[in-house]
Every structure is written in C-alpha cells, then in structure tokens.
C-alpha cells in the first residue's frame, strides 16, 4: 500500500465498487477498501435488483443471476392480490442476485478499471488538517498505516462512521430506520419466476414482508419493520418472521440467516465537505419505502467518481465544489426518486389494514402491464380521495411522465 493516492474508497460494496471504477476509469489513482476478508459476504440482502437500472452500470453476467423476475405479487391484509409486471415493480425487481458473487465481480471491474483493492483494511479515522479530509488512518492485519488523499470516498454503509467523522449528522432516528431479519430457505414450492409481498400490521407493521426466489426451491424470505415498531416491549422482526415462516412454509428448511438495517429517512441535508464525499447507504441513499438501495448505491457511486475526477482535475476539492459536481447532480436524479418515495411512504404508513384493503380492491383488476402512473392515480382516487390529496405533489411527475411517453 503507498502512503499516498488520488482518491481512498471506504467500503467495497455497490457504491464503493462504482465510485472506484469511475474514478479509475477517468485515469485517477485509487485506493478502494474494504475491512472484511471477502468482498460480499456475508450477505446483508434480499438480493432484488431492476434489470434495466443494472445494465446502465455492468453487463449482465449469469455467474451472479439467481432468479430472472417477471414481476410481483402483492398480497392486502385480507389476501387480495394485485400483480404488477417486472418493468413497473421499483428498483428491486427484476433479478435476484447471489450478492457474494455480484460484489466481488464489482470490485473486480474496479480493480480491472486500475485501482488498488485491499480487503482486511478497515478505516479507523480521517486526517483532517485546515479544515480538510486529507486522506484516512487504517488498520491492516493489526498494522496502522497513514494513508493521504485529495478526496475520501465514505461509502462504508448503513453503519457508517466515516461521515460522522468529518462532522457530517448522518444519525438515524428509530422511525428512520427499517430493521430486518431474513431466512434464505430451501424446500419451497414458490413460483420462481415472481417475488411476493406481503402487507397489513398484523404481519409487519409499518413494514412488510417478502420472498425473494433464489432458483431450485430456494429464497430469501424476510420481513422489514419501522424501528419504531420494534424495540424492547415490543415483538422482534424476527418473532414476526417466524410466524410467517411457520404459517406459510411448514416445509422449509432454514439454511442462512441475516440481521440489519436499512435507512429508510429520505435524504438527509448533507452528503459532502471539503475533501469528503459519502455514496449509498452512508449517505443514506436507499429508498424509503422499500429500503432497496443497491441501484440507488451504484447510479449515485458514479455521480460520486465522476465528481471525485471533476474536482481533483480543477484542483478544488472544496465544499463549494463538491456541491456543484456531486450533491446537484444526485439529488436530482437519485434523490429526486427518494424525495418523491417519502411522499408515498408518509401517506401509507397511515393506513390501517381496512384502507390497504379496499386500495387492493380498486386495483386488482387494472393491467400493470399496461399501466402508466396517471392510471394508477386514478385507481388510487376511486378508492380513497384522501389519499390522493395527500399525493398531489406526484401528480406534476406523472403529468410529466404521460406528456414525455406521447412525444
Ligand atoms: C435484510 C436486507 C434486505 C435488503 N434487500 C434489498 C434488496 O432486495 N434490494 C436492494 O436494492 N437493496 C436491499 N437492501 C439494501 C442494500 O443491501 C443496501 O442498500 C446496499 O447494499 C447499499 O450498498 P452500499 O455500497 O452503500 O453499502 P454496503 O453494501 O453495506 O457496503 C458497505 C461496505 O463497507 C464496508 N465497510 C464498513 N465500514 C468500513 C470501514 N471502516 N473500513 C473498510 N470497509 C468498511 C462493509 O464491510 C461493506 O462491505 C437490503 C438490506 C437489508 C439489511
């Protein structure tokens, strides 16, 4: 490792693995880290990613394809069904893929792109000298090495600390935060070609249910909860997984089991400073409704090269600059989608089993296949004119969306 590079990456997951390559790729000279020993695992995932959203940023490989998405089944607390095609699902259907694989393939394609990769490399703080990240301190099998940089990367996760370092408020309420438990199972008879989901408060309040299939009877099935439904006196995401679990598959066998978080806040009011840019969860970029944020981490891991690059090449990596080339740009391409998903999240956090009910009503008979966002609106409308004041602010994108489709 040298004592000095263009721009350190913190975190070899999608974001980092993006930003790295970009750089790279613009000719910087990057360090892309990452404090596990294998890049991808262990998996923190349901692993559900958009098809198209994915080929804007690698080539499709079937090495890390488990399950090829048709589209998804909804299931209301009272059982109905809405089904919705793949293309209008969101960000986290389409593929399901083995993250161990797809990951390592990402940081490959950095290292390919010419940056240094090292795992078993944890930051444990930044320089910061005159007010400027100046690089970071790491640790490598029990060693402390100095590194300096124009620009720190801070793409280390929902746990991030590289932000907080630099005096960025990236905390998390509980409300904030979706707390998830998730089994992969084998022994399932599902269909391979849908995810499924599941919603109501009994199930999962103020979260919900999924099944995610991984190919040969094999899927992810876990559960997302609002942090403030959980906590001491209340039950576990895992008590409600279980439940589930027991009730639906009575046959399956767990063979993995995984525990985290995603942020699922909106954006938060800073992601950069002199010297330091944060991308993906760190900067708490997943999507507040679902909490998906693998596409979300890899449209914004570019924004985040391409800015690295553009300051680095000015000579000012300052706050002013990083402004203008990475927090316009995501905010209003990715962050724009999240500004939009809280609206939507807010308004059906309210809704008691009974409104969610007579919403899938109104919507089991409408074409997804065929279905712009107007129609969908006007579905919502029948069923509950409350619910589309409170969205009205989606209608000027919607409105934007029918004029561009008719060009
Ligand atoms: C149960 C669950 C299910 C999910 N399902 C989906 C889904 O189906 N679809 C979807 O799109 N999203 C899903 N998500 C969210 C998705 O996993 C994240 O949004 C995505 O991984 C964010 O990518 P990232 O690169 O920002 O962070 P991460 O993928 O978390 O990568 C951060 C990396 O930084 C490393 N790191 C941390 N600290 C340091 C340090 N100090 N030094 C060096 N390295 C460090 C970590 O080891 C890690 O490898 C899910 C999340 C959970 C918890």
Request: include cysteine; aromatic fraction near 8%.
């Amino acid at each position: 490792m040298k004592d000095r590079y263009d721009v350190i990456v913190v975190g070899a997951g999608p974001a980092g693995s993006i930003a790295a390559k970009t750089a790279a790729e613009k000719g910087l000279d990057v360090l892309l880290i990452e404090k596990r020993q294998e890049i991808g695992d262990p998996v923190r995932c349901a692993e559900g990613a958009s098809k198209i959203y994915l080929k804007n940023h690698v080539e499709i490989d079937k090495k890390w394809i488990c399950a090829d998405l048709k589209g998804s089944r909804i299931y209301a607390p009272d059982g109905t069904l809405i089904e919705m095609a793949e293309e209008i699902s969101g960000g986290e259907v389409g593929y399901v893929l083995e993250r161990k694989i797809f990951d390592r393939a990402l940081a490959e394609k950095a290292a390919e792109a010419g940056a240094e990769v090292r795992v078993k490399t944890r930051a444990t703080d930044l320089i910061i000298e005159d007010g400027f990240v100046k690089g970071a301190r790491l640790m490598h099998l029990g060693k402390k090495y100095e590194v300096r940089a124009d620009i720190v990367i801070g793409a280390d996760g929902v746990e991030s600390k590289v932000g907080r370092w630099a005096g960025i408020d990236t905390a998390l309420k509980p409300a904030d935060i979706e707390t998830c438990a998730q089994y992969l199972m084998t022994g399932l008879d599902i269909d391979q070609e849908y995810c499924e989901f599941y919603i109501g408060g009994k199930l999962a309040p103020g979260g919900y249910v999924w099944i995610f299939p991984k190919g040969e009877g094999k899927a992810n099935v876990g559960i997302g909860l609002l942090g403030s439904e959980t906590g001491k006196f209340k039950p576990r995401p895992i008590d409600y997984l279980n439940k589930f679990v027991e009730k639906r598959f009575p046959e399956g066998r767990i063979i993995e089991m995984v525990l985290g978080g995603v942020p699922v806040s909106g954006s938060i009011e800073k992601t950069s400073t002199n010297g330091l840019i944060l991308v993906g969860d760190a900067a708490r970029q997943s999507d507040p409704i679902t909490g998906g944020g693998i596409i979300n981490a890899m449209d914004a891991g570019k924004i985040a090269g391409e800015a690295a690059y553009e300051a680095i090449s000015a000579g000012d990596v300052s706050e002013e600059m990083l402004e203008e080339a990475y927090e316009k740009r995501w905010r209003t391409t990715v962050g724009h989608e999240i500004d939009m998903s809280l609206v939507v999240k807010n308004c059906f956090i309210n809704l008691d089993d009974e409104a969610l009910n007579s919403l899938a009503h109104s919507l089991k008979d409408v074409k997804f296949e065929r279905m712009l966002l107007l129609d969908l609106l006007y579905a919502l409308f029948k069923a509950n004119k409350k619910l589309l004041w409170d969205l009205r602010v989606l209608f000027k994108d919607a409105a934007k969306e029918v004029a561009k489709n008719k060009l």
